[in-house]
């Protein structure tokens, strides 16, 4: 046993890290749009990503007033901007069908390939592993139960921004993490796809980041992640050696 192990801290992002998001972006896209078949669906989800966090942003993020009142608005809001920039023009009715189909598909999920193996092995080897999200609590929480997640994941080291009252980048939610869950930044890795969010704000909390990059992008500023996964297998390899 290494010296200190007990210690240590795996934090995972939700959306696009434990399970692919574009699959539920692509199956509204097709079906409701139905868009030639060249279509760029992963360029189309990424401003839909952007869109996404720029809103909430705006509304004070997800545990604002602001954002309760207006989320619903904000979801269809955010299709008819990225498809926009695709030359797709959504009628207001449009995107409020495409946001209900997109929830529902949201909860039909099938974990990255890997991610439960590596999860309960970590679990099992007695890190502390838990979750730090964006989004509303009744939307996160019907995710992580599609998953279940909650048989690996105790509830108390599920942190959801709309609970804790201040989304990722803000380096608060790490710091809120880290008091209580009784750990410290310098042995806290944190897991995530999103640079913005994930990368840039675990960095300022002065945690280890690995930057799940499985969509191969390219960075968005000058920061640099400490590690970069493309999958749950290299993943599984960094988090053995620097654990």
């Known amino acids: ?68 009142q207006a989320v619903e608005e904000m979801r269809c809001r955010r299709f008819q901007l990225a498809l926009q920039e695709f030359d797709i023009e959504l009628s207001p009715e449009q995107a409020a069908s495409m946001q209900a189909a997109y929830i529902g598909c949201q909860y039909e999920i099938d974990m990255f390939e890997g991610a439960q193996e590596l999860l309960k092995y970590l679990a099992d080897s007695g890190y502390i592993v838990g979750l730090i999200t964006n989004g509303t609590q009744e939307h996160q929480m019907k995710k992580i139960a599609a998953m279940n997640l909650e048989n690996i994941i105790p509830s108390d080291r599920l942190f959801i921004s709309g609970d804790v009252g201040w989304d990722k980048p803000d380096r608060r939610i790490f710091a809120h993490v880290n008091e209580l869950t009784g750990t410290r930044p310098e042995h806290s890795y944190y897991v995530g796809d999103s640079w913005r969010n994930d990368v840039i704000g675990a960095l300022a909390a002065g945690w280890h980041v690995i930057w799940f990059n499985h969509r191969r992008i390219e960075p968005e500023s000058g920061h640099s992640p400490h590690y970069i996964a493309g999958s749950y297998e290299e993943l599984g390899e960094i988090l053995k050696k620097v654990l």
Do not use: C, N, W
Request: net charge negative; proline share 6%.
């Open 1 to 68: 046993m290494k010296p200190g192990r007990y210690e240590k801290a795996v934090f995972f992002d939700l959306d696009d890290t434990l399970y692919d998001h574009l699959i539920p972006f692509y199956k509204v896209v097709q079906t409701i749009v139905q868009p030639e078949d060249d279509f760029p669906y992963e360029a189309a989800y990424h401003r839909l990503r952007y869109y996404s966090d720029k809103l909430a942003l705006e509304l004070g993020g997800a545990g604002s007033d602001e954002y309760r």
